[in-house]
């Protein structure tokens, strides 16, 4: 045999033995780690999803807090997932993995469409109940419910500015979202709160896409192109902080009278520094501690309501005392 073919023969060998190994060590560590993932499984009682609208959102971070505390106490794993900004064919995807995965319950908002109605059926075949949280799905086969009210919460924010402002007032208002079905119902509410009230109209209503700058961009065009407009309402977590930047960039003459949702720090402040009149209450840390609670509830065999409303109320600067608040009825 010739140096040179020796040389082309070691050549191969010495290849294939690296190229085997190295596979040996990938597969491994897959199997080690599937069987990581099984010893999870045999640690915990149950394996609950919280599917959320947007992952890094801080409302929704108030929600998975919540939950996860108590998930903790009650030795259930807890998974937070969700898209990275508002997408909601991803969350019905990541619904149907969760529901391929067998987990044994899912948290997620109502969300609209034929889809959602179908993988709870779907999850409800396989025995995988299902909570909407933070906003409901009634007409779905979902088990139950929690969070707020949000007709009453719309109601509410109507009725504030109705106590406290006189003369015309011109609304503009900024959603989250329009197929969002917790802002259908908070613009049904305020709507309808001020429906006999013929001094108050609506003059124009945009989208944020749950963002703050959305909520910035969508109030500058509604202030350019209605300049009547006087008062302002953010009806999701971070449009109140948007809003505010909004009216700054455009600076009217007349700053307007702004009501928001939620209580985030920022939104907080924005109340103190008198740029924000007034914020509805939302109590997304107890949402997330009661739908493990519920959840927990149901897998033992207990009755649980259909709808839990988790409470809301309307925050002023008079209700604030060092960035803390006084919220009446506050149950944190
Ligand atoms: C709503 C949530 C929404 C969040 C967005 C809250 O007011 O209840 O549905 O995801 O605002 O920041």
């Not at 960039?249 to 702004?258: A, D, V």
């Not at 840390?285 to 927990?296: T, V």
């Not at 033992?300 to 002023?316: E, H, I, K, P, S």
Request: charged letters at 20%; one cysteine or more.
């Amino acid at each position: 045999m010739s140096r040179l073919k020796k040389y082309f023969i070691y050549g191969c060998s010495l290849s294939m033995f690296l190229i085997s190994f190295l596979l040996m060590i990938y597969y491994g560590k897959e199997t080690f780690y599937l069987e990581g993932q099984l010893n999870n499984k045999k640690v915990y009682d149950y394996h609950f999803v919280l599917i959320t609208e947007e992952v890094g959102n801080d409302y929704w971070r108030l929600i998975e807090s919540g939950a996860r505390e108590q998930a903790l106490a009650n030795n259930v794993y807890l998974e937070y997932i969700g898209p990275e900004q508002a997408d909601l064919k991803e969350r019905l995807n990541t619904f149907d993995r969760m529901i391929a995965a067998n987990v044994d319950g899912i948290f997620i908002q109502g969300l609209p469409g034929n889809r959602f109605t179908y993988l709870v059926e779907k999850a409800k075949d396989q025995s995988i109940p299902v909570a909407t949280i933070d906003a409901d799905a009634p007409e779905s086969a979902r088990n139950f419910y929690v969070g707020t009210d949000n007709y009453q919460a719309g109601y509410l924010a109507g009725k504030t500015l109705i106590k406290h402002t006189s003369g015309t007032i011109n609304i503009g208002i900024i959603v989250g979202s329009m197929e969002s079905l917790n802002q259908q119902l908070r613009l049904k509410g305020l709507k309808e709160a001020i429906a006999s009230v013929k001094r108050i109209k609506i003059i124009s209503i945009d989208e944020s896409t749950i963002s703050e700058i959305g909520a910035a961009q969508a109030t500058y065009a509604l202030l350019k192109n209605n300049p009547e407009i006087n008062a302002l309402f953010g009806l999701s977590a971070l449009d109140g902080i948007g809003i505010v930047q909004g009216v700054e960039e455009m600076n009217p003459s007349n700053y307007p009278f702004i009501v928001a949702f939620d209580t985030l720090p920022e939104t907080i402040s924005l109340i103190e520094k008198d740029k924000i009149f007034a914020t509805v209450v939302q109590y997304p840390n107890q949402m997330g501690r009661q739908a493990i609670e519920l959840m927990l509830n149901l897998k033992n065999n207990q009755a649980v309501d259909a709808f839990n409303y988790t409470n809301t109320g309307v925050l002023l600067k008079s209700d604030i005392t060092n960035g803390g608040i006084l919220a009446k009825g506050d149950p944190n």
